[in-house]
């Protein structure tokens, strides 16, 4: 079962909910920070890196001497990734979204794709959790693809049943979203089995759950949503839960003690061993509950929902 | 010849707009035949990415063989070089005394960009 932690407003508690989560899911975890900007999960996790590997994405390689400068490649590009203006052509690597679309258009074949380094995947392991972790360039401005590198790395075993250990519906894997709403968010949620929106008790925090929210049903995922600092702010997140129907898996109160140890670097069910029944919470609703439990968009079975009733 | 000014007006009395890429349009002056034109670069305002390298584009294609602006960052001033638009940094108030100072020829042609681009 995958498993995606996003949130609308960034600071809300993503990376505690996802390591904690996935410190309490059981003997094997694959945890997966897909906040390629600004990986962080390692910082909470003891373990050495254990495999690197380079990511790259194509783009436009000119062979000068068979290009007349027509320009049919800068036309194509709706990025200003490649620029002819009755010149030979200008590449700007970190514009191009690497569809390759100049090289098919060129009537004189004189484009080819070359790799282009973009960032590092790079894996761990720390006690039960697999750690697997993009880390984008900096100067890269594209983070979908690395993140796309990123989720080839799920195991099979995230939707086998039948492999040891693994519960009813498989080998958790915990997708650690980047803040917001836009493509790199996307990419990280999509194909999930179900969204944990984390989010803050204040107008901050709601205005951008709401927009979370809505991410969410667009793309058909059942959801739950996670209150975190519970005890700040009012109480319209919790009014906007109950009026929409969203269940509120989890609520961890605004406890200065989480913050120290989450500044130390530690995490929250290993300092503070009362919470581990909190995140043990969640773990189930989760994974041994029904789609029921979990909102849908519009109360429609959703395409996903089987994962859940298996 | 004909220069290209970054502005958000009409009319040449009008402050020259300092950026380049998200300059809401570029005057167009023709030095022979002192007229000018007035090109639309709304649609790169909000672009997200690539405001300097598409206004440069656009600049090119209006037929001026200089640009006399505020700023300009390292992928527009590569394109601009590449289609032999000289640039010029001014810090003139209007387009009207930014003009004045490109026919004085107290305006100097720009080897290089002269801000960082908005990444890298």
């Known amino acids: 079962m995958i498993i995606a932690v996003a949130s609308g407003k960034g600071g809300t508690g993503k990376t505690t909910v996802a390591v904690n989560l996935a410190r309490m899911l059981g003997s094997h975890v694959q945890l997966l920070d897909c906040d390629v900007e600004e990986p962080n999960d390692h910082l909470f996790l003891k373990g050495s890196m254990r495999e690197e590997e380079i990511v790259t994405t194509p783009i436009p390689q000119v062979d000068e001497s068979l290009c007349d400068a027509c320009g049919e490649c800068s036309r194509f590009c709706q990025y200003h990734a490649i620029v002819s203006l009755k010149t030979k052509p200008l590449v700007f690597p970190e514009m191009c979204h690497g569809c390759g679309g100049c090289a098919k258009v060129c009537p004189k074949k004189a484009i080819r794709e070359v790799p282009h380094r973009i960032g590092m995947v790079e894996t761990a392991q720390a006690n039960n959790i697999t750690l697997v972790q993009g880390h984008l360039d ?8 690395l993140i796309r590198a990123v989720k080839a790395r799920l195991q099979p075993a995230c939707r086998d049943a039948s492999f040891p250990g693994a519960g009813r519906n498989g080998v958790p894997a915990i997708l650690d979203a980047p803040a917001g709403t836009s493509c790199p968010v996307i990419t990280t949620i999509k194909g999930a089995d179900a969204v944990v929106l984390v989010t ?10 709401k927009l979370a929210v809505n991410m969410v049903r667009e793309l058909w995922i059942p959801f739950g949503v996670v209150v975190n600092r519970v005890g700040i702010g009012d109480d319209r997140v919790h009014a906007f839960c109950r009026q929409e129907g969203i269940p509120i898996l989890l609520e961890i109160p605004d406890d200065r003690r989480i913050a120290e140890a989450y500044s130390r670097g530690e995490l929250i069910v290993d300092a503070l061993p ?7 919470r969640l ?5 041994e509950r029904t789609s029921t439990d979990l909102h849908d968009a519009s109360g429609v079975a959703t395409p996903n929902a089987s994962t859940f009733q298996r | 010849m004909k220069i290209a000014f970054t502005t958000s007006g009409e009319t040449l009395d009008v402050a020259l707009d300092s950026r380049f890429g998200r300059a809401p349009k570029f005057l167009v002056y023709d030095l022979d035949a002192d007229t ?3 090109i639309d670069n709304e649609e790169n305002l909000n672009a997200a990415q690539g405001a300097g390298i598409q206004a440069a584009e656009t600049v090119a294609r209006s037929g001026a063989g200089a640009l006399v602006t505020g700023h300009c960052g390292p992928k527009a001033f590569r394109v601009l070089s590449a289609a032999g638009v000289k640039v010029y940094n001014t810090d003139a108030i209007t387009v009207a005394a930014a003009l004045d100072a490109f026919r004085a020829g107290t305006l100097k042609s720009a080897e290089s960009a002269d801000v960082e681009g908005h990444w890298v």
């Open chain 1, 138 to 145: 900096v100067g890269a401005a594209m983070a979908p693809p």
């Open chain 2, 36 to 38: 000018f034109e007035v």
């Open chain 1, 283 to 287: 773990g189930e609703a989760l994974l």
């Open chain 1, 274 to 280: 009362e919470y581990r029944a909190y995140f043990e």
């Open chain 1, 200 to 209: 803050e008790p204040t107008p901050f925090g709601l205005h951008d759950l």
